[in-house]
């Protein structure tokens, strides 16, 4: 069995964002608080012996939320002599600059950075709906006015500290009236080193989420476009070939598909998959769920592993 990545589910009792399309909404998330240090060793060390390189940090709230679970969490990564070489965070940036006065030191620091640094995070995985309005973008993540940041800065100062920036881009209808050379000049100026473009998801219901997603999803011809920018198109035409140059280079393929490019200084991948679905062989990932045990997908109980 082949397995991309383990997600570890950080529970929180509620996130103090309120994304107007968050998938965690349409989908009963029971918080468990209990913490059972055998059954996640067990699980972790089963991802490890599958060959998997890339933890991911990721909860229905802001991970940084439950520095508590963290701390143990992080004990479990020591006994098992961190296994991952990649760990990511997934979040929205906020918490992130909280300060605090170092006691031995009398100086201030950033102490979710020195946390992080020390669970082995080195990719800053940013959700991000609109990259060229910041103010819009947190209207649609719904933080608190106390807690955003200018995108620009935010980014900065993920960089600044030594993380490599991922700029996850939900594609609502925003983009739909630029050019795939603004998107991609505008996540060069906010400091990307990695995009990933996300189709965005929703159910077949009549959850006010599904209503936001279908009403400001951006086009399917929006992310072809940006497709063809960058990988380039080769097609039948008649008895010849039609070939679209591509403005990217070819890096590796993915094991689930997607190819990733080279373009501008950051490496694009598409992702229009993110429920992982569609792949019954071979497994995207593994989500470590609140209860301490291992799924294959998100949403099916029935997809216990162990």
């Known amino acids: 069995m082949s397995i991309q990545s383990i997600s570890v589910v950080i529970p929180t009792k509620g996130c103090v964002n309120n994304c107007k399309f968050c998938v965690s909404k349409m989908h009963d998330n029971p918080y468990c608080d209990k913490f059972d240090e055998i059954q996640y060793r067990k699980r972790i060390k089963y991802a490890d012996r599958n060959k998997v390189n890339t933890l991911i940090l990721t ?6 939320q439950n520095s508590k679970f963290l701390h143990l969490l992080e004990g479990v990564l020591i006994k098992e002599n961190h296994p991952f070489p990649n760990v ?4 929205t940036g906020i918490l ?3 300060v605090s006065e170092n006691i031995r030191s009398g100086k201030s620091e950033y102490f979710n950075v020195l946390f992080l640094k020390a669970l082995g995070v080195n990719t800053i995985s940013l959700s991000v709906s609109d990259i060229f309005d910041s103010e819009n973008n947190w209207n649609i993540i719904g933080t608190p006015e106390k807690l955003r940041r200018d995108l620009p800065e935010l980014c900065k100062f993920i960089k600044d500290q030594g993380f490599n920036l991922r700029l996850s881009l939900n594609m609502i209808n ?3 009236e630029k050019s795939p050379e603004e998107i991609l000049d505008q996540c060069k100026y906010l400091g990307a080193n990695q995009i990933t473009f996300r ?4 159910s077949d219901d009549d959850s006010p989420q599904t209503r936001w997603v279908k009403n400001n999803v951006c086009k399917k011809q929006t992310i072809s476009k940006l497709q063809l920018h960058i990988a380039g198109e080769t097609r039948p035409a008649g ?3 039609f070939m679209a140059d591509p403005h990217g280079e070819r890096l590796y393929r993915l094991p689930f598909g997607a190819m990733v490019y080279s373009i501008n200084g950051m ?3 598409i992702d229009d998959n993110c429920m ?6 071979d497994l995207k990932y593994v989500i470590l769920r609140e209860n301490g045990k291992l799924y294959c997908q998100w949403d099916d109980e029935g997809s216990l592993l162990f």
């Open 276 to 281: 992982s679905k569609n792949n019954n062989d």
């Open 174 to 176: 925003i983009y739909d």
């Open 199 to 202: 189709e965005l998801y929703h």
């Open 96 to 98: 992130l600059d909280q």
């Open 267 to 269: 490496s694009v991948a």
């Open 59 to 64: 909860g229905t709230g802001e991970v940084l």
């Open 88 to 91: 990511e965070l997934q979040t």
């Open 239 to 241: 008895k010849t070939t």
